[in-house]
């Protein structure tokens, strides 16, 4: 099944409100909502609009250190590897004979069928992966060189220095 | 064949929480212009040698080290399954060759002449804008090969290069590592394709229970009757037929040797 970013996003925040409603009632709920809303849409929008490869290599033209880009990077792009694979291990299981399709208990069962080796494959992946990184280069300690950086135009620049400004008046607003 | 690029001094080396080591007593010499091959049956500790002789054990993996590494000039490693060494951070092959290079902050006509250069080698030029995602195990394998070739090693690790690749391919690769061992590079390769060694390696190191049982010229250990034992990983097809058929030592290690023996 597939969703859109709006429906993620409602998904996502929906039992934030339900907890906030019954934490905070009406009001609570709709001012604390919103923020956390807002935040969940910024993220989910970020993930949706800019291919992690191209994230890391505005963050390394931005100065950022490969490293601390690359551990972003890869934790937005961990989720969709993941669901790849847990999609992989179930085909395989089921050519092994595991019914995943059914009651709740039929469900229960093949999950943990699914998750345990998810979960090992991972943390095996994690150490091969670690070797690689290295090898190629990761944790060099040089510069990183931006290869194809996205552009960023001026206005662009100064429209992030803006909110900047923005978000420091506010704070100072408030707590004034 | 020139300097010595490699060195390994009696090295023993431990993996976290274990008492027996996956080395013992290692020492070995990889000099620039040739070809070493390492065999070995399974936890024999071929790919730990590469992963010492790399400096990722223990500095990545954890554990104790005793001896000494000693590495002249920039050393990469392929390791045996490409998929785990796919960056995860290129769009396209071209950008996953250029992630060594960019990590290494070459300017970027040299990272651009580089990668080119490092494709057409593994013949993988063709395959510059695809996606490292819809590649097959072998399409990846080359992919992974030329990033590593695209840092310019000049010591050439490589766990199983042919594992994922069909005979042409394989026979592409000993080809492609005969001709950067002429161009100087220090190549050290551990591989169970010992079909292939005879003629692409100078010389063996066969290791059993992390220890160095046989070093040397690679037609002097592949063709020892000890390889059969228990603990060895046997030898060329060519050998394991002529033993079996019975026949009179010393073993051919090809088939041209056989054409050669047979009357």
């Known amino acids: 099944m597939r969703f859109t970013l709006l429906g993620t996003v409602i998904l996502t925040a929906a039992p934030f409100w339900l907890f906030l409603f019954l934490l905070h009632g009406v009001t609570g709920m709709v001012a604390t909502g919103l923020r956390l809303t807002t935040m969940i849409a910024s993220f989910l929008w970020l993930g949706a609009a800019l291919p992690p490869p191209r994230l890391v290599e505005a963050m390394v033209a931005a100065g950022w250190p490969v490293t601390a880009a690359f551990l972003l990077s890869a934790t937005l792009s961990a989720v969709p590897k993941l669901r790849e694979r847990a999609v992989r291990i179930a085909d395989a299981q089921r050519c092994r004979g595991l019914r995943t399709r059914g009651g709740p208990l039929v469900r229960l069962a093949a999950l943990r069928a699914i998750a345990l080796p998810l979960v090992l494959s991972a943390l095996h992946e994690v150490d091969e992966r670690a070797l690689a990184l290295e090898t190629r280069g990761l944790a060099h300690g040089v510069r990183r060189t931006p290869l194809a950086p996205p552009p960023d135009r001026p206005v662009e620049r100064l429209a992030r220095w803006g909110l900047l400004v923005a978000c420091v008046a506010a704070l100072v607003w408030r707590f004034a | ?263």
Do not use: K
Request: charged residues 20%.
């Open chain 2, 1 to 263: 064949m020139t300097s010595t690029r490699l060195a390994l001094e009696h090295v023993t080396y431990h993996y976290p929480a274990t008492a027996a080591p996956a080395l013992a007593d290692v020492s070995l010499e990889l000099h620039g212009g040739e070809v070493v091959g390492v065999i070995g049956s399974v936890g024999a500790g071929a790919s730990t040698l590469l992963l010492v002789a790399a400096e990722l054990a223990p500095r990545v993996l954890g554990g104790t080290r005793s001896g000494a590494v000693r590495c002249d000039g920039r050393s990469a490693l392929l390791l045996p399954t490409p998929w785990t060494q796919v960056s995860g951070m290129a769009v396209s092959v071209w950008d996953e060759v250029a992630f060594g290079p960019a990590n290494l902050g070459w300017p970027r006509d040299r990272i651009s002449s580089a990668v080119d250069r490092a494709l057409t080698r593994v013949d993988v030029a063709q395959l510059r804008d695809r996606d490292p995602g819809t590649l097959s195990g072998g399409e990846l394998q080359r992919v992974i090969l030329a990033g590593i070739l695209a840092m310019e090693p000049e010591v050439l690790l490589l766990d199983e290069p042919t594992a994922e690749l069909d005979p042409a391919g394989a026979r592409f690769v000993w080809d492609l590592l005969r001709a950067l061992a002429r161009a100087g590079t220090a190549v050290l390769v551990a591989t169970s394709d010992l079909d292939a060694l005879p003629g692409a390696a100078d010389r063996v190191v066969w290791l059993a229970g992390g220890r160095v049982r046989a070093a040397g010229a690679a037609r002097v250990v592949l063709g020892d009757a000890a390889l059969w034992s228990d603990d060895g990983p046997g030898s060329t097809s060519a050998a394991g037929a002529w033993r079996l058929a019975g026949l009179p030592t010393p073993l051919p290690l090809t088939v041209a040797d056989v054409l050669a023996r047979l009357p």
